[in-house]
C-alpha cells in the first residue's frame, strides 16, 4: 500500500513540476482581448417609409474606464444605390431608467447606435443588405446585418395581360385593331 501512494504522490509531483510551462499558464495581468463585441440589426419599412438601422457595442472595461465612446457608421445597399448614414449614439444609462441598473460609478459598458433611413416611393421590394462599421478605440469592426423592403399600402399591381389562346398573334396591321 505504502508502494501505491508513494508511486501516486511521484507522479502527482513530476506533473507539478513538469506539466504545463509557467508562459503559457494565464495570468491575472494579461489585458483581454481586442476585439469589439457589435450586434446590427436592420427593421422592415414599406416604399416610401424609414428604415431603422440600430448597432449594440459592448465596450470593454479597459475602454469604458477612459471614457471612449464608439462611433458607428452604417451603408444601406437599396437596389437605387447605396446610401450612407452616421448613426447617433447614446449609453444604456440614458434610457430613462436612472441609472440603468448599474452602480453610480460604473462605466457605462454598452452604448447603442440608432438612425432612420428614408426610403424611396419607387424602391425595389425585397431584402437590403445594411453594413455598420463600428469604430472604438483603434480598431473597427464592420457587421453585416439584412432588412426588408416592403410595397406601399394602398399600391395595387395590375394583373398581367394574358393574350386570348384563340385568336392568333398579330404579325401585320396591328394598329387597326
Known amino acids: 500500500m505504502r508502494s501505491v501512494v508513494r508511486i501516486v504522490l511521484l507522479g502527482l509531483l513530476a506533473t507539478a513540476v513538469v506539466g504545463v510551462p509557467a508562459a503559457a499558464a494565464p495570468r491575472w495581468w494579461d489585458p483581454p482581448a ?13 416604399q416610401g417609409g424609414t428604415l431603422l438601422v440600430a448597432v449594440e457595442v459592448r465596450v470593454p472595461r479597459r475602454l469604458a474606464r477612459k471614457g471612449v465612446v464608439p462611433v458607428a457608421s452604417a451603408t ?17 444609462a440614458l ?23 428614408p426610403v424611396g ?46 385568336q392568333p398573334p398579330c404579325t401585320a396591321g396591328c394598329d387597326e385593331l
Open 34 to 46: 481586442r476585439s469589439i463585441a457589435a450586434h446590427a440589426w436592420a427593421g422592415s419599412a414599406r
Open 76 to 92: 444601406i445597399h437599396f437596389a437605387s444605390g447605396d446610401v450612407a448614414v452616421d448613426l447617433a449614439g447614446r449609453d444604456r
Open 95 to 117: 434610457r430613462g431608467h436612472g441609472l440603468g441598473g448599474r452602480a453610480w460609478w460604473a462605466p457605462v459598458r454598452y452604448w447603442r447606435g440608432v438612425t432612420r433611413v
Open 121 to 166: 416611393a419607387t424602391e425595389e421590394v425585397g431584402r437590403v443588405a445594411v453594413d455598420v462599421t463600428v469604430t472604438l478605440g483603434d480598431g473597427s469592426v464592420t457587421v453585416t446585418s439584412f432588412g426588408r423592403i416592403r410595397k406601399a399600402r394602398g399600391t395595387t399591381t395590375p394583373p398581367p395581360t394574358v393574350p386570348d389562346p384563340e
